[in-house]
């Protein structure tokens, strides 16, 4: 079992950036792989970035690719998610989420993860 906890949100302008972190408990965070997902109001939960247990594969929702960079520190058992060029339209809650699947393709679905953080906020004023 892994607990998660994010950090790192808080309100920008637009174009400025962020960076997310989701800090994992246990000893076999690298066993985990990894995913940031985010839910605006009245929206669904979607899919941002993935990240495989090894760090060497990671992916992204088109909406944020170019702009976000998913990243993994297994020694600090932490997970990162730089935000740049940062749009209104990526104001939402942000959520990191952990599962020990191997799956191919990586799972980008909500249903695919069975751990979860609290949850940070993200606001981007135009």
């Known amino acids: 079992q892994v607990q998660l906890v994010e950090s790192g949100g808080g309100l920008v302008q637009a174009g400025g950036s962020l960076r997310l972190s989701c800090a994992a408990s246990g000893r076999t965070f690298s066993s985990y792989a990894m995913g940031w997902f985010r839910q605006a109001p009245g929206k669904e939960r979607d899919f941002v970035a993935g990240i495989r247990q090894s760090g060497l594969s990671t992916y992204y929702a088109d909406s944020v690719k170019g702009r976000f960079t998913i990243s993994r520190d297994n020694a600090k058992n932490t997970v990162y998610l730089q935000m740049n060029s940062l749009k209104p339209e990526d104001t939402a809650v942000y959520y990191c989420?952990?599962?020990?699947?191997?799956?191919?393709?990586?799972?980008?679905?909500?249903?695919?993860?069975?751990?979860w953080g609290q949850g940070t906020q993200v606001t981007v004023s135009s």
């Open positions: 989420a952990a599962d020990q699947t191997r799956s191919v393709p990586f799972i980008v679905t909500q249903t695919g993860y069975h751990y």
